[in-house]
């Protein structure tokens, strides 16, 4: 199976590729939802960091309960439906499938994070209790603990990088084979990170990711004007710092150019055809199955979403700001625009 990606930064337009290449009839595409699972902290990146890089008899254990908790934020309740949906009930199957595989054993037994997990007054409650009982009936037991959770399971797990790698490529393609139709080709949004792919490309037998990034202006004006989600600066100033933070990474990382490119995302609007070929090319797809051409991305649609400092009423001070602290990110539109 191979997999296509996008990975971005937060209103960066990695959606313009997710569509694009959903608009194959080769390609099975999971929509523009993110599936997060192998970076979000708590994930596989994560596993891998702690049952293997460094294996500790608390941590290890503990890092595989995490992920099975994260397993089931990501089933989703009444309240809100993820990834059970996509995956047809098949998510938390393979994914208790890949916890079992890579753990050794287990044993009834537990730690101080397993109280802290239930909360802090569950955890200072049983301090307490541990010290009264050793002021008073235990008193000549100073070493004697309370055990409140005799039903606890602890994890013990330690596969070598082979056998972690191995678990985590067929967890993956067990996952999206599921319900992918037979398509070879499939399309998943924000599966990796844009940074140290290195690490994240190991998960896969075959992936292609493309990085998208998108002029700071806009991403500044959309969000202060039009999305204002909360997730980014407002502040001039501090928006600039993290838009380089961000994007640091580009400056020392070393990537495989076989399976990463980079991708601004207004030429995806205004070099439409000369883009699509290139990404068409890289991908080995053939255009002539684009058989729902522009109708998954438009890109006159996308347009209106460009030069909106033009467009919106907002403060020019500081868009010359953002345009002198981030100029080598500005995107060189046509005259035309």
Same mark, same amino acid.
């Given at each position: 199976?191979?997999?296509?990606?996008?990975?971005?930064?937060?209103?960066?337009?990695?959606?313009?590729i997710t569509?694009?290449?959903?608009? *194959? =009839?080769?390609?099975?595409? *999971?929509?523009?939802?993110?599936?997060?699972?192998?970076?979000?902290?708590?994930?596989?990146?994560?596993?891998?960091?702690?049952?293997?890089e460094?294996?500790?008899?608390?941590?290890?254990?503990?890092? &595989?309960?995490?992920?099975?908790?994260?397993?089931?934020?990501?089933?989703?309740?009444?309240?809100?439906? /993820?990834?059970?949906?996509?995956?047809?009930?098949?998510? /938390?199957?393979?994914?208790e499938?890949?916890?079992n595989?890579?753990?050794?054993?287990?044993?009834h037994?537990?730690?101080?994070?397993?109280?802290?997990? %239930?909360?802090d007054? #569950? +955890? #200072?409650?049983?301090?307490i209790?541990?010290?009264?009982?050793?002021?008073?009936?235990?008193?000549t037991?100073?070493?004697?603990?309370?055990n409140?959770?005799?039903?606890?399971?602890?994890?013990?797990?330690?596969?070598?990088?082979? %056998?972690f790698?191995?678990c985590? /490529?067929?967890?993956?393609?067990?996952?999206?084979?599921?319900?992918?139709?037979?398509?070879?080709?499939?399309? !998943?949004?924000q599966?990796?990170?844009p940074?140290?792919?290195?690490?994240?490309?190991?998960? *896969?037998?075959?992936?292609?990711?493309?990085?998208?990034?998108? =002029?700071?202006?806009?991403?500044f !004006?959309?969000?202060?004007?039009?999305?204002?989600?909360?997730v980014?600066?407002?502040? @001039?100033?501090?928006? $600039?710092?993290?838009f380089? +933070?961000?994007?640091?990474?580009?400056?020392?990382?070393? !990537?495989?150019? =076989?399976? @990463?490119?980079f991708?601004?995302?207004?030429?995806?609007?205004?070099?439409?055809e000369?883009?699509?070929?290139?990404?068409? =090319?890289?991908?080995?797809?053939d &255009?002539?199955?684009?058989?729902?051409?522009?109708?998954?991305?438009?890109?006159?649609r996308?347009?209106?979403?460009t030069?909106?400092?033009?467009?919106?009423? $907002?403060?020019?001070?500081?868009?010359?700001?953002?345009?002198h602290e981030?100029?080598? +990110?500005l995107?060189?539109?046509?005259?035309? $625009?």
């Amino acid at each position: 199976m191979r997999f296509i990606s996008c990975a971005s930064y937060y209103g960066s337009g990695s959606s313009a590729i997710t569509d694009f290449v959903s608009e *194959f =009839d080769s390609v099975y595409s *999971f929509t523009d939802e993110e599936f997060r699972f192998v970076q979000d902290p708590d994930g596989i990146s994560d596993l891998e960091y702690n049952l293997v890089e460094n294996f500790n008899r608390h941590n290890s254990g503990h890092s &595989l309960k995490r992920y099975k908790k994260l397993v089931n934020f990501y089933c989703g309740n009444i309240f809100g439906s /993820k990834y059970e949906k996509f995956f047809h009930g098949n998510w /938390k199957k393979y994914s208790e499938e890949y916890i079992n595989a890579l753990t050794d054993f287990t044993y009834h037994g537990w730690w101080q994070y397993d109280l802290l997990d %239930k909360g802090d007054f #569950f +955890y #200072f409650r049983n301090r307490i209790l541990n010290k009264i009982l050793k002021m008073t009936i235990w008193r000549t037991q100073p070493e004697r603990t309370l055990n409140i959770m005799k039903n606890e399971i602890t994890y013990c797990a330690h596969p070598s990088e082979e %056998k972690f790698l191995n678990c985590t /490529k067929k967890y993956i393609e067990n996952l999206f084979g599921s319900v992918c139709q037979g398509a070879n080709t499939v399309m !998943v949004d924000q599966i990796v990170p844009p940074t140290n792919l290195k690490r994240y490309l190991r998960y *896969f037998n075959d992936i292609k990711v493309f990085i998208v990034d998108r =002029d700071p202006r806009d991403i500044f !004006v959309l969000e202060k004007y039009v999305w204002r989600d909360g997730v980014i600066p407002l502040n @001039v100033e501090e928006f $600039c710092k993290w838009f380089k +933070y961000t994007r640091e990474h580009r400056l020392t990382e070393q !990537v495989n150019t =076989d399976q @990463v490119r980079f991708i601004q995302f207004e030429d995806m609007i205004y070099r439409y055809e000369e883009t699509a070929q290139k990404i068409s =090319d890289w991908l080995g797809l053939d &255009l002539n199955e684009q058989n729902k051409k522009k109708q998954c991305f438009n890109p006159e649609r996308s347009r209106e979403n460009t030069h909106t400092w033009k467009k919106i009423k $907002c403060d020019m001070k500081e868009i010359e700001y953002i345009e002198h602290e981030l100029k080598e +990110y500005l995107y060189t539109f046509p005259e035309e $625009c």
